[in-house]
């Protein structure tokens, strides 16, 4: 049935171990005097604070305990959903692009794992009144921002709508399309189906409080045919992407190491070229279409390569890049820059790579030695499930691991150029990279992450604890 809750808002004192939001250079790290006689005298005890960074900083000790520094978020919300929902993408809309003015409205499409098969479903969300952390006294010098940032907050409490559309089986990987008017979502089922999905009803009621009551009553349990669905996969899958420069093409790639490409025709229908393209030796874990060539795509895999794909050659020889060994082990995620020919991936190694595709094309050879990548980021300690470039800042990308962390880093920031904290100091331990802007954590088994791409420097990250919005003070 669609959905309505409210949001959950940042995290009492009490409840900060176990939901923590941490910046690199401003998370804190808490110990009470053994005094603790009365309440007038805790807050006469003094703190002694620090520097937390996961990973190298020292164990917690028992009177100690992490707690969230707010002063280092702009935005910061949690929700909960309901089901998981492990798989998601942001609905562009006519709010205004790029806009700041809190509070702030977005719209997603998710899709649940639930327990039960017969409960899981396609999720149109939006979430509105998302409020600023804290109001900044600084002084607003830019004059880019100072225009914008208009606040008009109020005592109401972010909240979310959602209606739902009944999906057989989970959602392992959803994206979402807008062209001609239309809202497309498709979706990857545990099934191994690709279903294309018609979401501007669901759209329209979430919009409206009358509209979604109606909806509840009435089509709660209804059975929603796709436009589209794709049986042609001998597995399920994890690689889904619609092409940025051609609407309506569609790709997915399965476990069997098969990517299979969906064109529009006419009659708002697709069809699936007969073939696909199977150069792959293992498991497809991303695709991503190319930015700025529209035939053109990239693919990562358990097989521990990336490869460029060029749809214009027969799926045989279509395959014009292969990378080699680019990590110790599977990889999972890819992210294409959308200004520049580099790509960032993540595996279950726990390292991130950056990639310049000019050397990969030089490297590409057979026989050739594994190529090197531009940057490499070893500070995560389990897997990269997520990863994604900064829509508009193209020396900036963000990930998120099965560690519980989402970091964000900076290409541009080099050693001996330290990015200045909020206290004005500088100094942090000697082996955190100084490209590592920021860490968030709160949140519990990290699977997606998405930047606002109207929203400059908002983050939406979903996990099996639930949905994190929040912009840091960093980007």
Same mark, same amino acid.
């Given at each position: ?234 597995? *399920? ?187 004005? *100091? ?50």
């Amino acid at each position: 049935m669609p959905f309505k809750h409210k949001f959950v808002d940042e995290p009492d004192e009490q409840d900060c171990e176990e939901e923590m939001a941490s910046d690199v250079e401003d998370e804190i790290m808490v110990q009470s005097d053994d005094d603790d006689d009365s309440e007038d005298e805790d807050k006469n005890e003094s703190v002694q604070t620090s520097v937390y960074i996961p990973g190298r900083s020292r164990e917690l000790e028992e009177d100690e305990e992490l707690v969230v520094d707010g002063s280092a978020y702009v935005v910061y919300h949690q929700a909960n959903a309901g089901s998981p929902c492990l798989s998601f993408d942001i609905i562009r809309d006519s709010l205004g692009d790029p806009r700041s003015i809190y509070p702030a409205t977005c719209y997603l499409v998710a899709g649940t794992q639930a327990s039960r098969d017969r409960v899981n479903s396609v999720m149109v969300i939006k979430m509105s009144n998302l409020t600023r952390q804290t109001k900044k006294e600084e002084n607003k010098s830019d004059d880019d921002d100072s225009s914008d940032e208009e606040d008009t907050e109020n005592d109401d409490g972010p909240h979310l709508d959602s209606a739902g559309i009944r999906h057989q089986g989970c959602v392992n990987r959803i994206r979402v399309m807008t062209t001609g008017g239309k809202t497309l979502a498709a979706s990857f089922s545990e099934k191994s189906d690709v279903h294309i999905w018609d979401i501007n009803k669901q759209l329209e009621v979430i919009d409206n409080s009358t509209a979604l009551a109606k909806y509840t009553r009435e089509e709660t349990g209804k059975k929603w045919h796709p436009l589209f669905s794709f049986r042609g996969h001998k597995d *399920e899958g994890y690689g889904l992407d619609w092409s940025r420069t051609v609407p309506g093409n569609l790709l997915s790639g399965d476990t069997r190491g098969k990517i299979h490409l969906c064109r529009p025709v006419d009659g708002g229908t697709w069809k699936v070229e007969s073939k696909p393209y199977s150069a792959h030796e293992d498991s497809v874990e991303d695709i991503q279409w190319s930015p700025s060539e529209p035939t053109v795509f990239a693919s990562c895999s358990v097989d521990k390569s990336i490869r460029i794909w060029d749809t214009r050659a027969s799926p045989s020889e279509a395959c014009m890049i292969t990378a080699q060994s680019c990590h110790e082990s599977d990889i999972n995620v890819i992210s294409w820059n959308p200004k520049e020919p580099f790509i960032v991936s993540g595996g279950d190694d726990g390292v991130l790579k950056v990639w310049d595709l000019r050397e990969l094309q030089s490297l590409s050879n057979p026989g050739s030695k594994p190529p090197s990548p531009v940057a490499t980021f070893a500070h995560h300690r389990s897997p990269i499930t997520t990863v994604e470039w900064h829509p508009s800042e193209s020396t900036i990308f963000a990930a998120g691991g099965a560690d519980d962390q989402i970091t964000i880093w900076d290409l541009a920031v080099e050693k001996g150029n330290p990015v200045e904290k909020s206290n004005g *100091e500088t100094e942090l331990p000697p082996d955190v990279p100084p490209q590592l802007l920021f860490i968030h954590q709160g949140q519990q088994d990290i699977k997606e992450l998405h930047w606002h791409p109207q929203i400059p420097g908002m983050i939406i990250s979903t996990a099996l604890s639930g949905i994190d919005v929040f912009k840091t003070i960093s980007v």
